[in-house]
Structures are given as C-alpha cells and as structure tokens.
C-alpha cells in the first residue's frame, strides 16, 4: 500500500518569509519516485520537480528546495523569500516503480500575503 | 510551449444528464489519463491509456463513466447520467513513454474541465 500525508491544510505567510511545506509517504517498495506539483488557481498541475528514492541528495531550483530523508519518509519543499505568484495549492505525490498511478497527497494551500 | 488542451473549461449540469469532457495531449504522448479532483483532495486516476487501449481502469466507475481513445490520441470522457457527487476537477494529464517502466515519467496535466452537478 502506499499512502502520502500532507499535513499541513493551509499555510499563510507574509511575502518574503520562508516557508515549509512538509510530505511524508508510505510505501513498501525499495524503488519509487516523489514528485511535486503546483496548482494555482487556474487549476492546472505544474511539475515543479521529480526525485528518484535512491537519490538523497538535496535540489536546489531558485528560491525552491528540497529536502529528501528516506530515513523518514519525508519529502519536505521550501519556498526562500516567499511571493505573492508562489500563492497555490502544492501537492506532493508518490509512483512506485512499474505503477500506473501518481499518488497525490490532499495538497497544502499556501497563501502569501503581500 | 506545448500544452494539453481540454475543453469544456467549466459544465454545469442537472443530475441524471449526461456530460462529456474532451482532452488533446500534447503531440507524440503517448500515455493519456484521466484523473478526478474532488474540492480539498488530490486527484485520483480514473484511468490511463496507452495508445489506444486501456492500461488501467480500476477506479472508473462503470456503471456511469466511459472513456475512449479511439485514434490514440485524443480522448472523451462520459458521465451518463450524472450524479450530485460527481461534482469535481476532470484533469486530463499525458507523458510520453520516457521513464514509463521505472516510473520516473512526469505528467503534463490540462487546465481541468470543472463540473458541478445541480
């Protein structure tokens, strides 16, 4: 079974703080990819980044990055210097090797407040 | 930028009608999917193409929905006949066969098809 928890529902901060947004997944296979997607509220997914389970390593996109501990689960992305644009809900999903389906965590809204 | 289309953006219409929705992947994906995003959830895969066929179908109600991909390329999905609680998102998403197998493939969602059932 695989699972994605999101826990946080909304998130607001003012612009130029960092924030956080955490995932935590569940799977029981040893080969699986993360993913992170933006919906704004036009409604479209945007691909934001792909993380392959073998790869620790953290990313660093901008004002964007990732955090992947496989030791826990988690899969946490923090927005640097927050802006009015990064207002959108953002979801968190999970694909194990060979699945069909992308997972999708619940999403977390996020509000940054000018 | 290449993008999936899909159309209607926004039906409103009464239960028990019937409604269908339209997706145009972008050009050479292969893989087309229909997914539905209820307010305040992720979306959940209600079936997947290859091509033409089917690959996976599970979560598809079938009692009501219907989907095809007759050319293996563009793609209809129908309720028929809608019910209160199929009011959501209908996001049509597509990738191409890269990275398919491991999973590493990433999906390019369309703008959605958004329904509300009165």
């Known amino acids: 079974a695989q699972k994605v928890t999101q826990a946080q529902t909304e998130i607001s901060v003012v612009e130029k703080e960092d924030v956080t947004l955490d995932c935590v997944y569940e799977t029981r296979d040893t080969t699986y990819y993360l993913f992170w997607y933006k919906q704004p509220p036009s409604g479209e997914l945007v691909f934001l980044i792909r993380r392959n389970s073998f790869d620790e390593q953290n990313e660093i996109s901008g004002r964007y990055s990732w955090n992947f501990q496989k030791s826990t689960s988690s899969f946490n992305f923090t927005i640097t210097a927050s802006q009015v644009v990064d207002s959108a809900v953002y979801f968190c999903?999970?694909?194990?090797?060979?699945?069909?389906?992308?997972?999708f965590g619940t999403g977390t809204r996020l509000t940054v407040i000018p | 930028e290449a993008e999936v289309a899909q159309s209607p953006r926004y039906k409103i219409t009464e239960k028990s009608q019937a409604v269908a929705f339209w997706c145009d992947p972008i050009?050479?994906?292969?893989?087309l999917y229909w997914y539905r995003q209820i307010l305040g959830q992720g979306p959940e895969l209600l079936v997947q193409f290859q091509d033409e066929s089917v690959v996976d179908d599970s979560q598809l109600p079938k009692d009501r929905f219907s989907a095809e991909r007759l050319k293996g390329v563009d793609s209809t999905l129908k309720i028929q006949p809608a019910e209160l609680g199929d009011s959501a998102m209908y996001l049509c998403a597509s990738s191409s066969r890269t990275g398919e197998i491991s999973g590493a493939n990433v999906l390019t969602f369309g703008a959605g098809s958004r329904l509300t059932v009165l």
């Open positions: 050009s050479g994906h292969a893989t």
């Open positions: 999903a999970l694909r194990q090797t060979g699945a069909n389906n992308l997972f």
